[in-house]
């Protein structure tokens, strides 16, 4: 493995060689990374703040530390409605009936978030997904479940299979509603940004259900559980939840003059440490950051070695323009590094993907975008190759000995 390192991204990266092993990997973004500690108290425990525009990750705190979702669960199980909504495999005027099992298990015996729906009555979608989406009603939940799949079970099955191909790779889900159930129901707060982001980029016509103010049902009128749609900052979703054992949580989104932010937290003492720790950051995010422009698309930022080729190496370019959010205080130490695994064996074709790049500041990797040839390469006479050969030879048992 070969990085090379750039202290001022605005400049041509100088080539510092330094073998080590690193897997390559490219990501949606690296939710282990964070900017600099906001200047103020964050009592909640996990925390991931993200911004949508740059890909920038503006703080984050035990991101990747699995939790209960309790009422979280609910984003995905809006998001398979949704789906099969814009796939014309579900109307909105398709009517279910509330089972014993749902009105015993969510609704108003349950004591639980509930639109209150009746014993054996029929609500169709677009009643059962406003249930979900602003009142976060577990009856509401389980008929959904049920009217689709035919039971709970089966339809956790598809909200599994529908996480795996979205990429959220810590989440596993038992029920519609995430109320405790046996089995190991857990999310991260990296996976449930990830699939907030998902429901509003892939369902606009859906995602202001998030934000509608308030909802009826069964004559009981319910405003919106996310107390944050009410503190004029543009917040616009999603949902909320908490355990006894592991604390409030919730995942919101906000966006002000045309930036979007999405924040995940969890850990949380009290609805109010909650509500005000979420207010804070979202504040924080949409103040105290500016965007910087780092590359323009095709440049080149780096060289990587090639074994067996008409040439030693090749440029690798970013393909679109790259920008970060930094603190406004403090814009003066961001850097670059590029990592692949190298040498990379001729032949290479223009537009091959070779690794990654990451943008860092100090220490902290702020977000990484893949790298990839500038030019095709073609592979190399005998004579290229037995000299590569020799040379990896001489220097190759530095990069394994690391590994």
């Given at each position: 493995?070969?990085?090379?390192?750039?202290?001022?991204v605005k400049?041509k990266?100088?080539?510092?060689?330094?073998?080590?092993?690193v897997l390559?990997?490219?990501?949606?973004?690296?939710s282990?990374?964070?900017?600099a500690?906001?200047p103020f108290?964050v009592?909640s425990e996990q925390?991931?703040?993200?911004d949508a525009?740059?890909?920038?990750?503006?703080?984050s705190?035990k991101?990747d530390?699995?939790?209960?979702?309790?009422?979280?669960?609910?984003?995905?199980?809006?998001?398979?409605?949704?789906k099969?909504?814009?796939e014309?495999?579900?109307q909105?005027?398709?009517?279910f009936?509330v089972?014993e099992?749902?009105?015993r298990t969510?609704?108003a015996?349950s004591?639980t978030?509930t639109m209150?729906a009746?014993?054996?009555?029929?609500?169709?979608?677009n009643?059962?997904i406003?249930?979900?989406?602003?009142?976060?009603?577990?009856?509401?939940?389980i008929?959904?479940?049920?009217g689709?799949?035919?039971?709970?079970?089966?339809f956790?099955?598809?909200?599994?299979e529908?996480?795996?191909?979205?990429?959220?790779?810590q989440?596993?889900?038992?029920?519609?509603?995430?109320?405790?159930?046996?089995?190991?129901?857990?999310?991260?707060?990296?996976?449930?940004?990830?699939?907030?982001?998902?429901?509003?980029?892939?369902y606009a016509?859906?995602y202001?259900?998030?934000s509608q103010?308030?909802?009826?049902?069964?004559?009981?009128l319910q405003?919106n559980?996310n107390?944050?749609l009410?503190?004029?900052m543009?917040?616009?979703?999603?949902?909320?939840?908490g355990t006894?054992?592991?604390?409030?949580?919730?995942i919101?989104?906000?966006?002000?003059?045309?930036?979007r932010?999405?924040?995940?937290?969890?850990?949380?003492?009290?609805?109010?440490?909650?509500?005000?720790?979420?207010?804070k950051?979202?504040?924080?995010a949409?103040n105290?950051?500016?965007?910087?422009?780092?590359?323009?698309?095709?440049?080149?930022?780096?060289?990587a070695a090639l074994?067996?080729?008409?040439?030693g190496s090749?440029?690798l370019?970013v393909?679109?323009?790259?920008s970060?959010?930094?603190?406004v205080?403090?814009?003066?130490?961001?850097?670059?590094?590029?990592?692949?695994?190298?040498?990379?064996?001729?032949?290479?074709?223009?537009?091959?993907?070779i690794?990654?790049?990451q943008?860092?500041h100090?220490?902290d990797?702020?977000l990484?975008?893949?790298v990839?040839?500038?030019?095709?390469?073609?592979?190399?006479t005998?004579?290229?190759k037995?000299?590569d050969?020799?040379?990896?030879?001489?220097?190759g048992?530095i990069?394994?000995?690391?590994k």
């Amino acid at each position: 493995m070969v990085w090379f390192q750039s202290a001022n991204v605005k400049a041509k990266p100088v080539r510092k060689v330094c073998f080590a092993a690193v897997l390559m990997v490219t990501q949606f973004f690296s939710s282990n990374a964070h900017s600099a500690e906001p200047p103020f108290t964050v009592k909640s425990e996990q925390i991931l703040l993200f911004d949508a525009d740059t890909g920038s990750v503006l703080f984050s705190r035990k991101a990747d530390q699995p939790f209960p979702p309790a009422s979280l669960a609910k984003l995905m199980t809006a998001e398979i409605a949704f789906k099969a909504l814009a796939e014309g495999k579900l109307q909105p005027d398709t009517a279910f009936t509330v089972s014993e099992h749902a009105w015993r298990t969510g609704g108003a015996p349950s004591r639980t978030a509930t639109m209150f729906a009746r014993l054996n009555s029929q609500l169709t979608v677009n009643d059962l997904i406003q249930g979900i989406t602003v009142q976060s009603a577990n009856d509401g939940a389980i008929v959904l479940a049920e009217g689709m799949s035919g039971s709970e079970q089966a339809f956790a099955q598809t909200m599994n299979e529908r996480a795996h191909a979205l990429g959220l790779k810590q989440s596993v889900f038992i029920n519609p509603t995430g109320l405790p159930q046996d089995g190991k129901q857990q999310v991260t707060l990296t996976d449930m940004v990830k699939l907030a982001r998902h429901l509003h980029d892939s369902y606009a016509q859906y995602y202001p259900l998030y934000s509608q103010e308030s909802f009826s049902w069964n004559n009981i009128l319910q405003r919106n559980r996310n107390p944050l749609l009410r503190l004029n900052m543009g917040a616009d979703g999603l949902a909320m939840g908490g355990t006894k054992e592991t604390g409030l949580s919730i995942i919101a989104s906000a966006q002000q003059n045309g930036r979007r932010v999405y924040l995940g937290l969890n850990g949380a003492k009290s609805v109010l440490e909650r509500t005000e720790d979420a207010e804070k950051l979202i504040r924080w995010a949409m103040n105290d950051f500016v965007k910087t422009p780092v590359f323009n698309a095709d440049t080149e930022v780096a060289q990587a070695a090639l074994y067996g080729g008409t040439q030693g190496s090749v440029g690798l370019v970013v393909q679109e323009a790259v920008s970060v959010l930094v603190p406004v205080q403090d814009k003066t130490k961001l850097r670059s590094q590029v990592i692949y695994e190298g040498p990379v064996a001729a032949p290479v074709t223009k537009g091959q993907e070779i690794g990654r790049i990451q943008i860092l500041h100090d220490k902290d990797v702020l977000l990484e975008r893949p790298v990839y040839a500038a030019q095709d390469v073609a592979e190399g006479t005998l004579r290229n190759k037995s000299l590569d050969a020799l040379y990896e030879l001489a220097t190759g048992w530095i990069r394994r000995l690391l590994k």
